[in-house]
C-alpha cells in the first residue's frame, strides 16, 4: 500500500485515543464543553556531563499553519468508518464522524502563547489553549509534537552559539536528522542562533541562502583519475571562484591539503577572486587549527576562515578554544586571531541533541468552563509534589529586578489583582512549602507578560512568528538573563514561583481530592 502523506501529516496526524477520547466526549454530551489546556515542559534538557537553565521556545508558527490548513476530509473519514474493534464492530459511528465532518477543525480555539525566540523554564505554561472539549484533545498530539522538537533543538543551538560567539555557525545535521525532521530542525536551529543551514530546501523555503562546501568524495574522484588533489582544488576554484572553501583533509592537512590550497589561493588572488578559506573535518582540530592559520597568516592570507566540522557541539568547541587559547603562542600565533577566524558546521549532535533526545512537554487540563468566563479549576495529583499540576486559568509574569537582569517567572491566577499594585511580591515555590521568599515591590523593576494573545475564536491575532524577530527575542532575553541560569556547566536554578493566591488555591485542591470531598 502506497503511503499517503496527505493522511498521515493531515488531521489524522494525531494518536489513536485522542480520537476515541473525541468519541466518547461526543456519546456523554461534553464535547462541547469548554476546557483549558495548558503546555509546558517538565525539565530542562540534561546531555549528562552538562545541563541546559533555559529553553528557547520554537515551533509555534509552524502549529499554527498546520492548524490553519487542516480538517476532516472525506478520505480521512473513510479511513476512520473503516476501522474496527478487537470483536469486529466499527469503533467509530456514523453519527460522531459526521459531527466531525461539521465541526472537527480548529476555529472554535482560543490561544495565548509564548512568541518564540523567549527563553522559557520548566512548569511555565509556553501555550495555554481554551477550546471545546473534543477540539482541545485532538490537538494535544500535534501541538506537542510541533512545539516539543523544535524547542529542544533550538535549545541546543543556542548553547552552542554561546559557545561559538561571534563566529559563523552553520547548521549541519540534515544526512542524520530524524526524517522529515531535518526540516524543523534546520529552522528551530536558525531560531536558536545558526546563522546558516546546509538544509537548500528548507534554507530557501525559509528566506535563508543555504551553505555548504565540497566532499572528501570529490578529491578522491580526481586522486583516481591521476589529477592529485591539487587538481581537485583547482576545478572547485575554477566554478566557484568567489565561494572557494576546500576541504583540505583528504590525504595529509598540513602537508598536502593547506600548501595546495595556498598555491590555488594564490591563483584566485592573482585573477582578482577572493577565497573564503579552508575546512578541517577530521584530526586534532585546535592544533590544525593554529598551524593552519599562521600557514595561511605567511602566505598572505590573514582573513581566510577556518571551518571547522565533525561532531562538534558546545562542549566541543570550547575545548577547542580553550586548547588554542593555551597553546597558540608557543606556536607564534596570536590566540585570538585563530579563534576570530574560526567557523562550525554542527551536525548529529544539534539535530539530535544528543545526550537529550526529547522534551518532556506536556499538554495537561487545568480548568474546566462552568459558565462563560467562569472558569472552574483542575486539579491532577501525583505522588511527586513536583507533578502535581498547577491548576485553573492563570497569567505568567516575568520579573526583573533593578539591573534589569530577570530573577523569576510568577504564576498568578488570571483574575488576581495586577501584580504592579503590590506593595511586596511573595514568591511561592511551587510545591514545598517551606520555600518562598518576600520581595520588596521597589526590589522589582518590571513585571513582563509572557503569554500573549495568538487565536481568538479560531482567528491568528498573533503576527508571523519570523526567524529574525525570534532570534532578537533570544538574544535580547540572553542579554537580560543571569550568568549563572545561562552557563553551560551546572547552571544555577532558575525561579519559576506561584502568587500566594495560587498557591492557597492549589493546596485547597489538593486537600479536597485527597480528603475524598471532589
Given amino acids: ?17 485522542q480520537l476515541t477520547m473525541a468519541q466518547l466526549y461526543f456519546r456523554t454530551g461534553l464535547h462541547k464543553k469548554r476546557v483549558h489546556f495548558d503546555y509546558f515542559f517538565r525539565k530542562y534538557p540534561d546531555y549528562g556531563m552538562h545541563q541546559a537553565g533555559y529553553c528557547v521556545a520554537a515551533g509555534l508558527e509552524w502549529l499554527l499553519n498546520w492548524m490553519e490548513q487542516v480538517e476532516f476530509r472525506e478520505k480521512d473519514l473513510e479511513y476512520m468508518r473503516a476501522q474496527t474493534g478487537t470483536a469486529g464492530e466499527r469503533i467509530f459511528g456514523d453519527d460522531f464522524l459526521d459531527w466531525l ?4 477543525r480548529f476555529d472554535t ?49 543556542s548553547r552552542v552559539a554561546q559557545r561559538a560567539g561571534d563566529s559563523l555557525l552553520i547548521e549541519f545535521g540534515m544526512r542524520r536528522a530524524p526524517g522529515k525532521a531535518a526540516n524543523a530542525g534546520a529552522r528551530a536551529a536558525l531560531i536558536g542562533g545558526a546563522n546558516f543551514s546546509s538544509n537548500a530546501g528548507a534554507s530557501h523555503a525559509l528566506g535563508y541562502s543555504p551553505k555548504g562546501t565540497h566532499a572528501h568524495s570529490m578529491v578522491q574522484v580526481f586522486m583516481a583519475l591521476g589529477e592529485g588533489e591539487l587538481g581537485a582544488f583547482r576545478a572547485y576554484a575554477d566554478v566557484y571562484p568567489d565561494d572557494c ?12 591539503g593547506v600548501p595546495n590550497a595556498i598555491k590555488v589561493f594564490e591563483e584566485l588572488k592573482k585573477k582578482g577572486h577572493r577565497p573564503l578559506g579552508i575546512r578541517l573535518d577530521s584530526g586534532d582540530l585546535a592544533y590544525l587549527s593554529i598551524k593552519a592559520s599562521k600557514m595561511l597568516d605567511e602566505a598572505g592570507f590573514p582573513d581566510a576562515t577556518i571551518f571547522l566540522s565533525n561532531e562538534l557541539d558546545e562542549m566541543v568547541i570550547w575545548q577547542i578554544t580553550s586548547q588554542i587559547e593555551k597553546s597558540a603562542s608557543r606556536y607564534g600565533v596570536d590566540p585570538e586571531s585563530v579563534i576570530k577566524r574560526l567557523a562550525y558546521g554542527v551536525g548529529t549532535k544539534l539535530i539530535t541533541s544528543e545526550g537529550a533526545s526529547a522534551l518532556s512537554g506536556v499538554y495537561k487540563l487545568v480548568a474546566v468552563e462552568e459558565s462563560p468566563n467562569k472558569w472552574i479549576p483542575a486539579l491532577k495529583v501525583s505522588e511527586s509534589a513536583a507533578k502535581t499540576l498547577n491548576p485553573g486559568n492563570k497569567a505568567v509574569w516575568r520579573l526583573y529586578d533593578n539591573e534589569g537582569i530577570a530573577m523569576a517567572d510568577l504564576l498568578t491566577i488570571r483574575d488576581e489583582e495586577d501584580p504592579h499594585e503590590w506593595d511586596e511580591v511573595i514568591l511561592r515555590h511551587p510545591s514545598e512549602p517551606s520555600k518562598y521568599r518576600k520581595v520588596p515591590r521597589k526590589h522589582v523593576s518590571e513585571f513582563e507578560p509572557l503569554l500573549v494573545d495568538t487565536l481568538k475564536d479560531g482567528k491568528r491575532v498573533l503576527e508571523e512568528q519570523t526567524i529574525e524577530k525570534a532570534r532578537a527575542r533570544r538574544k535580547r532575553d540572553l542579554e537580560r538573563a543571569d550568568g549563572g541560569v545561562t552557563r553551560l556547566i551546572n547552571p544555577h536554578v532558575y525561579h519559576v514561583s506561584l502568587s500566594q493566591r495560587l498557591w492557597e488555591l492549589k493546596q485547597d485542591l489538593i486537600e479536597q481530592f485527597t480528603s475524598g470531598e471532589r
Wanted: proline share 6%.
Fill in 109 to 157: 480555539i482560543t490561544m495565548k502563547a509564548v512568541p518564540e525566540g523567549r527563553l522559557v523554564h520548566p512548569n511555565v505554561p509556553i501555550a495555554v489553549v481554551q477550546a471545546p472539549l473534543a477540539i482541545a484533545q485532538l490537538l494535544e498530539t500535534p501541538l506537542l509534537n510541533h512545539l516539543n522538537y523544535q524547542t529542544l533543538i533550538a535549545t541546543k543551538a
Fill in 245 to 256: 572553501l576546500l576541504l583540505v583533509d583528504t590525504i595529509d592537512t598540513l602537508e598536502s
Fill in 101 to 104: 465532518k461539521q465541526n472537527g
Fill in 1 to 17: 500500500m502506497q503511503f499517503d502523506r496527505s493522511v498521515a501529516e493531515g488531521i489524522l496526524f494525531t494518536d489513536q485515543y
